[in-house]
């Protein structure tokens, strides 16, 4: 075989193990998604119990999300200094406290208030699994690995779906005490079955400057603002939705639990649809799909149509559009950045993710609050989609060029190394 041969054959190959490497870590991620959205489809339970307005719920539900957007940036840090199996075993540990405590604090929304901020922690996983599967799948794959991982945020769906019912079955805190056990559990077998990818390598480099290098990469903030807009969505609509069907359509917690279950499931099908259709067709007309098509079924739930077949229709079409976006843009991170610091650029376009989903809700919220309906947050919502896909469509229209061009002149600009083999040199 030549050389062109050769190097294209370990280009397209999937390294053994990477399979069920990737399907633990989908599984830690699921359950510490869950783990971040306990407080949301118990949103009703608290606001009864806490005497609680609009305002009041929706910054009790946006609360976990800060802490789990912001905390991703030093977690994607030290995935690439201690890489993905110890980050993504300590990230179910450090979880179990802050499940623990918020569990212990439904009877104060002080306590909620801050035991919630905590529960952010389990929201940082996402920036320690991306660097971890990407390490394993060849840049051919990495789109279907990525994408795969991203269904892990289903988790949030067995909150929706699992966690009204547990507490109704169990009670408040034995929920929680389940879930601290289910985490522990999880951490064992991270710990005893994960591998890191042979060919990883922990990086040496001191976080600041290093973060201060991926900070500097124009590509960093391009993908936070494509990612803000897709997952954050996600994020906005899995945590608030519960309090929304309640407010807006009188449906019961349960039920809302179930429709927010069924959002968010169509949200995690689509996301590998999306990395995979991306390694097919090429990541930006998917996330323009993404985008384009959220900016419509925003405008239609504006007008606050019936709940079940056009007002169910949209929601689901929602989130079919933002698990596809989200499952894009990480297909062109893939794409853009050196593998050496996949970790550190997805820490910070994953807090942009999380922060894009931390505001909605206390926008939404206070639209409720001051109107009684939500039609200028979701019209808020279509015209930021529309102008994020102009934007994508042109910063990166002409993708295949461009991929070249943007990876040499970023890496440049930071100060990394060109590589012989490099698609960087490569001849346009």
């Known amino acids: 075989m030549s050389t062109a041969g050769r190097t294209a054959a370990a280009e397209t190959a999937v390294q053994r193990g990477a399979g069920s490497n990737l399907a633990l870590a989908t599984a830690a991620f699921a359950l510490t998604f869950w783990a971040w959205n306990l407080i949301g489809p118990l949103s009703k339970t608290y606001a009864d119990r806490l005497d609680l307005d609009a305002a009041q719920t929706s910054i009790l539900v946006a609360f976990p999300v800060l802490v789990g957007a912001v905390g991703r940036i030093p977690a994607g840090i030290l995935t690439d200094r201690f890489g993905g199996r110890a980050m993504l075993t300590a990230s179910c540990f450090a979880a179990i406290v802050p499940v623990l405590l918020v569990g212990l604090s439904g009877d104060s929304y002080a306590a909620l208030l801050v035991s919630g901020f905590l529960l952010g922690i389990a929201g940082t996983s996402f920036a320690v699994g991306i660097p971890f599967v990407n390490a394993w799948y ?19 769906a067995l909150s929706a779906f699992l966690t009204p019912r547990l507490v109704d079955a169990l009670g408040l805190l034995p929920t929680h005490l389940v879930m601290c056990g289910a985490l522990a559990v999880m951490g064992v077998v991270v710990w005893m079955c994960a591998r890191d990818a042979p060919q990883w390598r922990a990086s040496t480099e001191p976080a600041l400057p290093r973060l201060k290098g991926v900070m500097s990469l124009k590509v960093t903030w391009q993908m936070s603002l494509l990612y803000a ?32 279950a069924g959002f968010s499931l169509a949200a995690v099908v689509a996301r590998p649809a999306g990395g995979v259709l991306s390694d097919r067709v090429g990541p930006l007309k ?29 929601f689901v079409l929602m989130a079919l559009f933002l698990g596809l976006g989200a499952g894009g843009v990480f297909a062109l991170v893939a794409e853009l950045v ?22 909605p809700p206390l926008i939404m919220g206070a639209n409720y609050q001051a109107n009684g309906d939500y039609t200028i947050g979701l019209l808020l919502l279509s015209v930021t989609a529309l102008l994020v896909g102009l934007f994508t469509l042109k910063a990166f229209g002409m993708l295949p060029k461009r991929t070249r061009l943007l990876l040499a002149n970023e890496r440049g600009r930071a100060g990394i190394p060109l590589k ?9």
């Open 338 to 359: 050196d593998p050496a610091r996949v970790g550190g650029v997805t820490g910070v376009v994953g807090a942009a993710g999380g922060l894009g989903g931390y505001f």
């Open 420 to 428: 012989a083999e490099d698609p960087a040199r490569r001849a346009p």
């Open 138 to 156: 060849p840049p051919s794959r990495r789109g279907f690995a990525t994408g795969v991982f991203g269904a892990g945020m289903g988790g949030t």
């Open 229 to 260: 807009i897709a997952f954050g969505g996600f994020v906005a609509f899995s945590t608030y939705l519960p309090t929304m069907l309640v407010a807006e359509y009188g449906l019961s917690q349960t039920d809302a639990g179930l429709r927010t």
């Open 286 to 314: 998917v996330c323009l799909t993404s985008f384009f098509g959220a900016a419509v079924m925003a405008v239609i739930l504006a007008f606050e149509p019936p709940l079940e077949i056009p007002a169910g229709t949209s």
